[in-house]
């Protein structure tokens, strides 16, 4: 069973703690996404895991053996780069028959087996070009049928895709995702892309400052973020600051101009500094009231900003600045900077969290 | 275009003819020089008798075969010591690699003439690296001073230098994540340096060969104090020619050998190590 486990792994570098206690199961022939900014800990997780980077605390088991300490060529890990990492002085097959050379399989076997990972990743017949004659598209499936090519226990990719056009990204998501699921490989990516880890994933790890914010599947992370970081950085929120007032099932947020907000969340204490967050697609914004929303108050539209396929408008109402971002639908009423009108939120999806 | 690619061969023509000036004439002079009759040889008009007369004799192909064993020797025993050395300077950080450059280029700052009398000082038998150990019994008298292998030591030394920043820049120019691209496939150390590093690095290791070679082939400082008249090479022996035989035809035409085996030297090394380049 090709499950990857760490059990608070941390890695200190001089000054500051770039992992700190990270605890993460991977199940056998899962797609995990570790996600998060630039400088979160993931990368260097990632390098972890590879071996690369060793960890100061903590214990990493693949297959129920430990490999804390085992050199990055015997883990049986297969890496992509950010930056694909081909052998430029190596063809297409030469590159992906590489592990294979370094087990000592006999040659017709490597053969074989690269004409195979050719055909996996759909680049069949360019195994005698060299890498700097491929596209990045093409490069990046090298890599990845490089990765595969010695079967390995765990395909970790460290931000695959970053290096593409938007179009070839998406694409390149679907054939990931198509190769993974039809090898049954246990996968980590690292991504800084929401989309992406939203997209691929079956459960996203959200790392903050070399903590795990959260584990869960991309719905859960959406819809209900575990803490202020998660709710912030997924999507987009407004913020209001303000003071707990009542707790309960649905607990009453006070802010400063003498607002109360309905919302639901954990391990609110009275009296206590909390944030309200509220994502800008679940604001709804009306001519007419909307007397089923528990927060609803008179606004007036301060901007417009044409997305495309939504408009989002900034509003002021009750001393509190607040976007919603509405489909450019028919269906939904269309609105100038000068109006007024009503915005309002229901208290499921205004989430509480104690600053 | 044309206009503008004109006024680049213009500014670039001072420093072509500087160069015509200050290497090519005097280059032509010798070569010139080398084929003009001398006292041991009567014959008229530019010949290449000087060269058959050097060629001819066993003592002189002595000393041609002695020029390229040592510096061929030279640049095998320099170019896996430099990938050492420059592979270690790889993997210090900035300040640590800065020292470490510093620290190497000394040598080259001091001057070949200084460094070489301290060798004289420690090759020798009774030196105060060697003299003890050859006082307690532990070795006999290695005879360095004056031996083929002392003027190799040397050489190595003073090539060694140039040899490293070489292959360092060489190094430096490979991305890191191909070597970690080789140890997650199952490459170890060896076999990673094997298949990535050393193929990767084969036009610096090209270059620094080339300049190893050169500059051992061409050295006169270590050659003349620590191999002396035993051991000849042509350099030396151009000088002989010179300073105890006023023979400066046959010192021309030594002269012109040396640079014309540099030249085929340069030219097979070429194609020695140019064959395994890859695209």
Redesign the interface.
């Known amino acids: 069973m090709p499950e990857l486990i760490l059990s608070h792994v941390t890695r200190r570098f001089s000054g500051h703690t770039a992992v700190d206690d990270f605890s993460l199961t991977v199940r056998d022939g899962e797609f995990v996404c570790l996600l998060g900014p630039s400088g979160c800990g993931k990368t260097t997780t990632l390098r972890i895991i590879a071996g690369f980077e060793r960890a100061d605390a903590g214990r990493l088991t693949l297959d129920g053996a430990d490999i804390t300490h085992a050199p990055p060529q015997q883990r049986d890990i297969g890496l992509v780069f950010q930056s694909y990492a081909l052998f430029p002085h190596k063809t297409v097959a030469e590159n992906i028959g590489f592990g294979l050379k370094m087990r000592g399989r006999p040659r017709a076997a490597i053969a074989a087996a690269v004409e195979e990972a050719l055909a996996l990743v759909r680049l069949e017949g360019l195994g005698g070009r060299y890498p700097r004659a491929l596209s990045g598209g093409q490069q990046q499936r090298v890599a990845l049928a490089r990765a595969l090519a010695i079967r390995p226990r765990l395909l970790l990719m460290d931000e695959p895709l970053s290096n593409l056009d938007a179009q070839l990204r998406e694409e390149m998501r679907n054939e990931i995702r198509r190769i993974q699921k039809s090898l049954g490989i246990t996968a980590v990516l690292v991504t800084h892309d929401q989309a992406e880890a939203l997209a691929m994933a079956d459960r996203i790890a959200v790392m903050a400052k070399g903590r795990l914010q959260q584990m869960a599947d991309p719905a859960t992370i959406y819809e209900a973020p575990a803490t202020a970081f998660v709710s912030g950085f997924i999507g987009q929120a407004n913020v209001l600051e303000g003071r707990v007032e009542s707790t309960g099932a649905e607990a009453v947020l006070a802010l400063p101009g003498g607002v109360t907000l309905a919302g639901r969340g954990d391990g609110l204490a009275a009296g206590a500094a909390t944030r309200a967050m509220v994502k800008h697609e679940r604001m709804a914004l009306c001519r007419a009231e909307p007397a089923q929303l528990a927060n609803r108050f008179p606004c007036q539209v301060a901007e417009r900003t044409y997305l495309g396929g939504s408009i989002a408008y900034r509003c002021e109402a009750a001393g509190m600045t607040l976007t919603a971002l509405l489909p450019n639908h028919p269906l939904f009423e269309s609105f100038a900077p000068g109006d007024t009108a009503w915005i309002g939120w229901a208290a499921t999806d205004c989430a509480f969290f104690p600053c | 275009m044309t206009g503008a690619r004109g006024v680049q061969w213009l500014l670039l023509l001072p420093s072509l003819l500087l160069l015509a000036l200050l290497l090519g004439l005097p280059l032509a002079a010798m070569l010139a020089n080398s084929l003009q009759p001398n006292v041991l040889l009567s014959f008229t008009g530019p010949a290449l008798d000087n060269y058959g007369y050097l060629l001819s004799r066993s003592y002189y192909l002595q000393v041609i075969l002695r020029t390229l064993r040592m510096a061929a020797v030279t640049t095998l025993v320099t170019i896996p010591l430099g990938y050492i050395a420059a592979m270690l300077l790889r993997r210090l950080s900035g300040r640590a690699g800065n020292l470490a450059i510093m620290g190497l280029t000394f040598p080259i700052l001091a001057g070949p003439l200084t460094v070489v009398l301290g060798w004289m000082a420690l090759l020798a038998n009774g030196g105060p690296f060697l003299g003890p150990l050859v006082a307690a019994g532990l070795i006999g008298p290695p005879n360095l001073l004056g031996s083929e292998t002392g003027v190799v030591i040397s050489l190595v030394q003073f090539v060694l230098p140039f040899a490293v920043l070489t292959l360092y820049t060489g190094l430096r120019q490979i991305?890191p994540?191909?070597h970690?691209?080789?140890?997650?496939?199952?490459?170890?150390s060896l076999?990673g340096f094997l298949?990535?590093t050393l193929?990767?690095s084969l036009p610096s290791a090209l270059s620094a060969s080339i300049i190893v070679f050169s500059l051992a082939a061409s050295s006169f400082i270590s050659p003349h104090y620590l191999g002396g008249a035993g051991q000849l090479t042509l350099t030396t022996l151009v000088t002989q020619f010179i300073m105890a035989t006023f023979n400066a035809e046959l010192a021309a035409a030594a002269a012109g050998l040396l640079l014309l085996l540099m030249l085929a030297a340069v030219i097979g090394i070429t194609a020695a190590i140019g064959r395994f380049i890859?695209?």
């Open positions: 991305q994540q191909l970690e691209a080789a140890r997650s496939l199952g490459a170890g076999s298949h990535v193929p990767l890859r695209p």
